[in-house]
């Protein structure tokens, strides 16, 4: 199975277990975690060992899925701070605590370090919209059908043509008009 690595920031609920210490004991600052788009994807995070899904929550990431319409390769441009800070800290823990020998599963690390190293922000990019479609402008039953350019230039050089014969015509008879 191919999976897409693609992942966005998004902003967590501090009750959904993103609560802060603070000086005063627990603040209500939200959280920003970084999240696979597709499910099958954070299933296979889910999937792997303890000690890789350590790895990842410490670093930032979460074990959900956003489900967001981003074409594949791309990011928000607003999301390039964070997300280099979550990659940073993702390859400090992977460099400090190794990932060799853990049990990954369906989780490809050199094609999710090949998804990450090749994403480019989403600049002028439209997002993918199933079915739009255009509103096409009726014209009113009360107006009559205009020709086109091109039939108008055929009906005019046609009665061209039938003058010049008749006149050609009359001329050869003898008779001019």
Known sequence: M??????????????????????????QKPVLRAMFRDVKTAD??????PKIRKIFQDAGFGLDATGSE????????????????????????IRDLGVQGEYCGEFDFWKFLRDVKT???RNGQR????????????KSPATPQRRTV??????ALGLAV???VILKYLADSGSTP
């Open 2 to 27: 191919v999976l897409e690595y693609d992942f966005d920031i998004v902003v967590v609920d501090p009750g959904d277990g993103g609560l802060e210490a603070g000086a005063d004991g627990y603040s």
């Open 44 to 49: 296979a995070l889910r999937a792997t060992s």
């Open 70 to 93: 981003l074409l594949h390769g791309l990011y928000r441009p607003r999301d390039e701070a964070e997300r280099e800070r979550i990659l940073r800290a993702l390859f400090a823990n």
């Open 119 to 121: 994403a480019r922000p």
């Open 127 to 138: 997002r993918k919209v199933a079915d739009w479609t255009p509103n096409p402008r009726y």
């Open 150 to 155: 091109p039939a108008r230039v055929g009906v």
């Open 162 to 164: 039938v003058i010049f």
